[in-house]
């Protein structure tokens, strides 16, 4: 029998950027207003883990360490909200995958279900940071959705003065990604 608790998902949700008028932080917003019914939403500020050093983990691992790889572990999906940095992905999110795939075993990214999207004033949307976080999650046997995928480019014409979303055509591409990630966690159950 089909039961409603069984149509829950629980979300863990990082962005990767820190700054206060981040287009990838408004994103992620964007997306936890439009998570579909039945999904719980969690936020996860990366920038409070120190940086990865394997001397501070001999040491044993620091609170913030802790909850991290306990929010993976319990989390049915995770969103990672990724700035594009250099052509890459920036430290803070590379960071709490680092942290995330330390012992214990198995670690937090082991077969997680997790969807990735990005934002940027410019025209790639993010494309090369998505691919190098993608390229280490899977490295982690982490099940990165393949589709569909939200790399906006442009995003200074995407958001108003507060940060909010006003593109008619990004919010539905947004409720279509989000109903997916949803769906895609669903099946790793």
Not at 41 to 68: I, K, N
Not at 111 to 131: N, S
């Amino acid at each position: 029998m089909h039961s409603p608790a069984m149509d829950h998902i629980s979300m863990l949700a990082m962005a990767g950027s820190q700054r206060r008028r981040s287009f990838n932080g408004a994103l992620l917003r964007a997306a936890l207003e439009r998570a579909p019914a039945g999904v719980v939403c969690r936020e996860f500020d990366p920038s409070c883990l120190p940086f990865y050093d394997g001397d501070v983990e001999a040491a044993g691992d620091p609170d913030t360490v802790a909850e991290l790889k306990t929010a993976v572990h319990a989390a049915d999906l995770v969103l990672l909200v990724t700035p594009e940095y250099n052509a890459g992905l920036p430290a803070v999110l590379k960071n709490a995958v680092d942290w995330g795939s330390r012992p214990p075993r198995p670690q937090a990214w082991d077969g997680k279900p997790v969807a990735i999207m990005g934002a940027t004033p410019g025209r790639l949307g993010t494309a090369l940071a998505q691919r190098a976080l993608r390229e280490s999650l899977t490295g982690l046997n982490a099940h990165v959705m393949p589709q569909p995928r939200i790399l906006l480019g442009g995003a200074g014409t995407l958001f108003d003065e507060d940060l909010s979303l006003t593109d008619a055509a990004t919010a539905e591409r947004l409720d279509k990604f989000m109903a997916a990630a949803a769906e895609w966690a669903r099946r790793f159950r």
